[in-house]
């Protein structure tokens, strides 16, 4: 009796320790460090870092998405590398080099399966999320661009070279692939709404946008703004805006415009424009405060020091500040309460409160670029 005594409270002492050790991730969040190769581990309810982890290889131009637990982030690095980083035990899970040139992935809906877009060879690879084995190879013949996952274990992407965007389905036994050509010419972006219904190109080579209604059947290409763009005008771009950056505010768009000193406002079910907004430069990306009441634009180089604040009512802009020298990257709260600033040329993430403007917190990093927080783990697109 004595011994089984003894054996229940080690037990329960154990259980104790563990459940002492234990990690919640909701507020945690992982910041580029793009000149080292690492990722800063933060927390945002202590607007705090508490941890580097080191050995990504080339973050130049790097993304990231979550597992559904949001114990692992998958970073997708320009080098090709995929890297899997454990949050909780804060180090390099996993990782694989599967390409010579990669530009984004995706993460499925049921979070079994990582999907890579690469310019180098082209096409997208797709492994389980768990060991990183590979699971298909989707050659293209074409640099990938806006790939997103989609409803039904889906995912989406685009050619720039051939102008097709395709549906790889993996919710079967074998990859089912769905070609949509005449998208346009030399797409360079796409973004997926938040429901998974609408996927939009942006195109370089010609004016205008493409979208796709992927609740039909049989998706055919939706030409949007078809006189609006850079061809006309040839407009020089001095940084492709990122689409991932729209913002859907209410029932409208709104779109950092390319290569005009301007975003554009479009209604969701119509597609038509509604309403522009001149900024202070070239926008890169215009991000919409969780509640939708803002929208928070930076700039392209060299007027990459200023942040401007739309009211998405009036269309208005009702605040203007210089956080400092190259703002890359913008991250709000998931109730957007704050939003994090990653001013790379000064090495700091800067926090503000998205009421006052009121600046409350610096943290240090090194050349910060891209801010993800682990919400984006239960967000279609993202």
Do not use: C
């Not at 998405?65 to 692992?72: A, C, I, L, P, Q």
């Not at 997708?76 to 984004?104: C, H, M, Y």
């Not at 997926?192 to 059947?217: C, H």
């Amino acid at each position: 009796m004595k011994s089984l005594i003894s054996a229940l409270a080690v037990a329960a002492a154990m259980g104790t320790a563990a459940f002492a050790e234990t990690i919640a991730t909701g507020d945690l969040g992982l910041i580029i460090e793009r000149a080292k190769g690492s990722v800063l581990l933060v927390d945002q309810s202590e607007r705090a870092s508490l941890a580097r982890i080191e050995g990504l290889g080339d973050l130049s131009h790097a993304s990231m998405v979550y597992s559904s637990d949001e114990r692992y982030a998958y970073v997708f690095g320009r080098d090709g590398g995929l890297t899997k980083v454990d949050i909780v035990e804060r180090k390099i899970a996993n990782r694989v080099v599967q390409a010579g040139n990669s530009i984004g992935g995706a993460i499925s809906d049921d979070g079994k399966l990582v999907a890579v877009s690469n310019y180098e060879p082209g096409g997208v690879r797709i492994f389980d999320a768990d060991t990183l084995d590979l699971v298909a190879d989707i050659p293209t013949d074409s640099k990938t661009i806006g790939l997103v996952d989609a409803p039904g274990r889906r995912f989406v992407f685009t050619m720039w070279d051939t102008g097709e965007t395709w549906i790889a389905d993996l919710s079967g036994s074998a990859v089912e692939i769905t070609k949509i050509p005449d998208m346009g010419e030399n797409p360079y972006d796409a973004l997926i709404t938040g429901n998974g219904r609408t996927y939009i190109t942006g195109l370089f080579g010609e004016d205008g946008l493409t979208a796709l209604d992927l609740w039909e059947d049989d998706p055919k290409p939706i030409r949007v703004l078809p006189n609006y763009g850079r061809g006309q005008e040839e407009m020089p771009v001095y940084k492709m805006p990122h689409l991932e950056g729209w913002a859907l505010t209410g029932s409208e768009f709104v779109l950092p415009a390319v290569g005009h000193h301007e975003v554009l406002w479009i209604d969701a079910n119509t597609l038509e424009e509604t309403a522009r907004t001149k900024t202070y430069s070239q926008p890169v990306f215009a991000m919409a405060r969780p509640d939708g009441r803002q929208v928070w634009v930076n700039f392209a180089h060299p007027m990459n020091d200023t942040i401007q604040v739309i009211d998405s009512v009036s269309k208005e802009i009702i605040h203007e500040f210089k956080p400092g020298p190259a703002v890359l990257h913008m991250e709000f709260t998931p109730r957007g309460h704050e939003i994090w600033l990653s001013v790379r040329d000064e090495n700091k993430v800067k926090v503000y409160d998205t009421h006052t403007f009121e600046l409350l917190r610096e943290i240090d990093a090194d050349s910060p670029s891209g801010i993800f927080f682990t919400a984006r783990a239960h967000r279609t697109g993202l």
